[in-house]
């Protein structure tokens, strides 16, 4: 190996450097939370850069947008180095970044749309609603919902399961009508063609077929990435694995981290067996790291005395001085708990913890519903890393609706975004409008006419007229969001929300990231795949907010202060969950909410039930599964926060 530069070897110790500089051919880096994984990845990459390897050879893949935001910041920082050239981020942003490149040896247009789940959902739902009107009312009820239907497909995309596999896993019941669900499923498949659009499973899909068919690509591909680096690997599914070896075996160097015991995405067919599978196929490598830098020794303590069960046993040593006692505190009932929360959230920032390295952490979205208003009784600022993303939101849409039909005239669903915003477009109405724009795609004089002749004193299209008379697929992007701004959405705005104001700081900000670019389709990827835009990110750290985030987002993160909240048996660990003998996932779960934690940690949850009804008028159910149970008693304070706080 190449001699090790001194800013390396001052910043590991001896198994992570051991772990930078002997990691050749295949290798697995197996180790639990905090012990420098991420880490270890990012100083292999200034190292192999030090040795001369140039960036453009290296391929980094992680999981989260967040993650990967993060990992290649670090990255540059410590290498010293842009990294310019080397392809980095999550498995969509390479798969985008692949079809692109090839789109003509895969039969598609360049100029492809990318989906998200609920540009997904409302396709879904359109051709659901279509094949039910053939169908006859009474036959409605039994169908799946979109949101379901979506999930089963996902799930045997995934999965590599056949439709009626997946169906038996998600729910026996629809085995009935199955036809049904495959006839959607076909209809929605045409539907993305015809719109010329790909949901996110199929970047995957498509991505695979690429190099299986192509050997040529795989070829000059393969030969390009000498250098292959996997974070969280314990979160791959099938497709992404596959993926993985096929770009590797030219050279062979595919170093992949993980810990299985924090693999959480079974539902989008994650499989930790990857692990072992990789570990047992020809001479891996493996290293492991024991040591953990992230918590203090009591919050360690308690780490290693709830690993998952079915996981690899990891005995972690702490060697931060000693904190606080990790709190398990028990309120009265989900407004207590929000009180109490957000009360604790005020100390701490009182006490100069800046509140960008405070979190609050629950299973599911809602659960923070409560917290959200107490928060914004106190004013005390917040961002969501759950919940609608920046660019999910109606008003960010609608924008990024424009500049879509501008560069992709097939796009069916945007059409019918934009034309709605104006006077008298209904549903019906821009269907009408769509279907007989259909023969005049890609010809903006024609496309101009036939909205003219739309146009009457009820259908109000002139600024929409105005707006593709200025502008076309070659503007920079900054200028049409000016554009549509100026000319009309801000009064839309004005009239239709009541937090106008907000929205248009939006779509200032989306303006400002748009500056960036010089063109509009780099800029439609980089929002829809890469971790270039993560705007929910930048506003943590440049407006400095306490986050809210769901367990799944803030994986591989930490923060100072941790709160994981909702800790009652049915909320967290889920009913559901429980209920499916999903238990093991939920440990899992658990058990990467409360390793995100530095200094201190502390489990909320409500020991009198709740007072908030949810999923229409249902209460969820109790599971008799409870998480502080496994606890052991010296491990943690008890706290009963009663209603005096
Ligand atoms: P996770 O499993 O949660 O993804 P990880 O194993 O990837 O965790 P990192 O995020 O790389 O762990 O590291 C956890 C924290 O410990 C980070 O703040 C990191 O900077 C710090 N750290 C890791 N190794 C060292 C070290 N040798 N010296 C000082 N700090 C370290
Ligand atoms: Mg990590």
């Known amino acids: ?28 880096i197996v180790a639990g939370p905090g012990s420098g994984k991420t880490r270890v990845i990012t100083y292999k990459i200034a190292y192999l850069v030090s040795s001369g390897i140039k960036p453009e050879n290296i391929l980094l893949v992680t999981f989260t947008r967040a993650a990967s935001h993060e990992m290649i910041e670090r990255a540059r920082r410590v290498s010293g180095s842009d990294l310019k050239g080397m392809l980095a981020g999550t498995f969509h942003h390479v798969c985008n970044h692949f079809l692109r490149k090839y789109s003509k040896r895969v039969d598609i247009d360049a100029n492809f ?21 053939e169908l006859g009312k009474k036959n409605s009820s039994i169908l799946p919902s979109a949101g379901v239907l979506q999930s089963i497909y996902s799930y045997a995309v995934n999965c590599g399961l056949s439709l009626r596999e997946a169906i038996v896993h998600q729910n026996k019941k629809f085995l009935g009508i199955e036809e049904h669900i495959e006839e959607i499923w076909k209809r929605y498949t045409v539907l993305k063609l015809e719109n010329n659009s790909m949901d996110y499973d199929d970047l995957l899909v498509k991505a695979l077929q690429l190099f ?52 959480i995405y079974s539902f989008r067919g994650a499989r930790f067996e990857n692990v072992f599978d990789f570990l047992n196929k020809g001479d891996t490598k493996v290293f492991k790291i024991q040591t953990n830098y992230r918590s203090t020794p009591e919050i360690v303590k308690l780490i290693n005395n709830i690993v998952p069960t079915n996981s690899v046993e990891k005995n972690l040593k702490a060697v931060r001085t000693s904190g606080p006692l990790p ?39 809602y659960h923070s519903l409560e917290l959200q208003m107490e928060l914004d009784r106190r004013k005390i600022d917040y961002i969501l890393f759950s919940g609608p993303k920046f660019v999910e939101t109606a008003h960010v849409k609608d924008i990024i609706s424009f500049l ?71 503007l920079q992007p900054a200028n049409v969001i000016q554009l549509v701004h100026n000319n009309f959405y801000e009064n839309y705005l004005d009239e239709k929300y009541p937090d106008a104001r ?81 238990i093991d996932e939920e440990e899992r779960v658990f058990y990467v909410a409360i390793t995100r934690a530095r200094d201190y940690l502390y489990l909320v949850r409500q020991k009198g039930g709740r007072s908030r009804p949810m999923m ?11 998480f502080i149970t496994r606890i052991p008693e010296d491990a943690v304070e008890f706290w009963d926060v009663g209603w005096d706080l």
């Open 1 to 28: 190996p190449n001699p090790v530069p001194e800013f390396i070897n001052n910043s590991l110790d001896l198994e992570q450097l051991d772990a930078v500089v002997n990691s050749v051919g295949r290798t697995l």
């Open 113 to 133: 749309t990318i989906l998200d789940r609920e540009d997904a959902k409302d396709l879904i739902k359109h051709c659901r609603a279509q094949l039910i009107e």
């Open 212 to 263: 299986e068919n192509n050997s040529e690509v795989l070829e000059i591909e393969s030969t390009r990435f000498r250098w292959i680096l996997v974070d969280e690997f314990q979160d791959t599914n099938i497709l992404q694995y596959r993926l993985l070896e096929l770009l590797s075996n030219v050279h062979g160097n595919l170093i992949v981290v993980g810990d299985d015991a924090q693999s």
């Open 327 to 365: 709190v398990v505190a028990e309120t009265w009932d989900n407004m207590e708990e929000a009180n109490f929360v957000a009360q604790k959230i005020e100390e701490h920032i009182n006490d100069g913890i800046s509140p960008e390295r405070i979190a609050v952490l629950y299973r599911s979205h």
């Open 404 to 474: 879509k039909v501008l560069i992709n005239p097939s796009d069916q669903l945007s059409w019918g975004r934009v034309l709605r915003l104006f006077p008298g477009v209904g549903i019906s109405t821009s269907l009408k409008i769509i279907d007989s724009l259909r023969t005049c795609m890609g010809d903006q004089k024609r496309i101009i006419e036939k909205l003219k002749a739309f146009s009457t004193s009820r259908i109000k299209l002139e600024h929409l007229i105005d707006i593709l008379s200025s502008a076309d697929a070659e």
């Open 502 to 582: 907000e929205r248009k700081l939006d779509i200032e900000r989306l303006e400002e990231i748009a500056e960036r670019y010089s063109g509009i389709s780099e800029f439609l990827e980089d929002l829809a795949v890469s971790e270039k835009v993560d705007i929910e990110r930048e506003r943590v750290e440049k407006e400095s907010k306490v986050v809210l985030s769901t367990v799944h987002q803030a994986k591989g993160l930490e923060w100072d202060v941790v709160f994981v909240i909702a800790v009652n048996p049915g909320d967290f660990p889920s009913y559901f969950a429980v209920n499916e003998g999903n």
């Open 616 to 626: 229409g008028n249902r209460y969820v159910f109790r599971s008799g599964y409870d």
